[in-house]
């Protein structure tokens, strides 16, 4: 009995550390201005190459799999030792502090870096309605010029790896190893959450929900790649992934930057200008409107309460990170596209509606 009191102080003693450290990581994160940076360029980028490489030995995605093992191994301890409270109690209290401490020095820290959109030359700033409606077309013409209709699934984690490689020869603090992405094989589990990838900090692997209309994928591997180099933000990680789907060389990875960077310029266009949004979307070819149909389609099947908490939980983990507008921090990825398009076109200042 002696022995097994030990043990169940040993081990719970050990979470309590891991929760100490994670604690101490969050805190020089959030008091240190350069703490973020420097440890996703030093510290991070090494742990993708060494952790991030050994679970993409693994041909499903790890962190689903063992999310479904924990759970298992959770219920058939607490059956089996459910009346010794106190070996229950310390192996909860281990589990957290390890989840705690991946959590922190394989994610958390780096919501602190400094962001991408400060490594860019991007006058980010209010822009007119004119401005978006020209961005706008020029979207609705890239759409049209790209769309293709060839399955190319078996080779998309491949050419997204491609792609933010390709991008990381331009920008520095894209450049680095990219584990393999990898499909969520029971996809419901996302697509309930209304969710169309995630980044696990605990195996540091990019998974995507396989099961979204196709022209989503490509993107949504870049975006979820982007975390794998400590770009956080939620808004920042879409306009990676526009960049780099924009940026390469494959047909149907430039569609799905330009559709998805078409949706969310156009979905803004549509609360200022709905007769130029609506003349906009009579211009798209027949394939995107259909493939923007069944996106619809695709997500409002899985609309509910589910789907409202999932929201509301992201809404929180996103404050808590410092990103103090929560889940409405998408809608900067407008503001971002805008400054690269100005930039990139030489666009003159718009006129003065607002």
Not at 137 to 144: A, I, Q, S
Not at 340 to 347: A, L, S, V
Request: contains cysteine; proline residues 3%; hydrophobic residues 40%.
């Amino acid at each position: 009995m002696e022995k097994s009191t030990k043990h169940n102080r040993l081990i719970a003693c050990s979470g309590l550390a891991l929760l100490i450290l994670a604690a101490a990581g969050q805190l020089a994160a959030r008091n240190f201005k350069s703490f973020g940076s420097w440890y996703a360029v030093h510290v991070y980028s090494v742990i993708v190459s060494a952790v991030g490489r050994f679970w993409g030995l693994v041909p499903v995605s790890a962190s689903e799999m063992g999310l479904y093992a924990l759970g298992l191994v959770t219920v058939w301890y607490v059956a089996r030792r459910g009346k010794d409270w106190k070996a229950v109690a310390s192996r909860a209290v281990f589990v957290t502090g390890a989840a705690a401490f991946l959590y922190t020095y394989q994610c958390g820290i780096n919501y602190y870096r400094q962001p991408f959109s400060g490594e860019l030359n991007l006058e980010v700033r209010e822009s007119s309605v004119q401005e978006l409606a020209e961005l706008c077309r020029y979207l609705t013409e890239k759409v049209n010029e790209t769309a293709d209709e060839t399955p190319y699934e078996y080779r998309w984690t491949q050419w997204g790896r491609e792609a933010m490689g390709n991008l990381g020869e331009i920008y520095p603090g894209l450049s680095g190893y990219y584990p393999r992405p990898k499909p969520v094989t029971v996809s419901w589990v996302l697509s309930v959450q209304q969710l169309s990838g995630i980044y696990s900090p605990f195996t540091v692997e990019a998974n995507y929900n396989r099961e979204m209309t196709s022209y989503n994928i490509p993107h949504t591997i870049c975006h979820e790649l982007s975390h794998l180099r400590g770009y956080m933000r939620e808004d920042e990680a879409n306009f990676i992934g526009y960049l780099a789907c924009i940026g390469s060389e494959r047909q149907c990875f430039q569609y799905s930057g330009y559709l998805t960077g078409w949706v969310y310029a156009a979905n803004a266009l549509a609360g200022q200008d709905m007769e130029t949004y609506r003349e906009l979307y009579q211009s798209l070819l027949s394939q995107a409107q259909e493939d923007l149909r069944a996106n619809n389609e695709f997500w409002n099947r899985y609309e509910g309460k589910v789907a409202e908490v999932s929201n509301q939980m992201n809404d929180v983990y996103l404050k808590i990170n410092d990103q103090e507008e929560g889940v409405r921090t998408y809608g900067r990825m407008v503001d971002l596209m805008l400054a690269h398009y100005r930039q990139e076109h030489g666009q003159a200042a718009a006129g003065e509606e607002k």
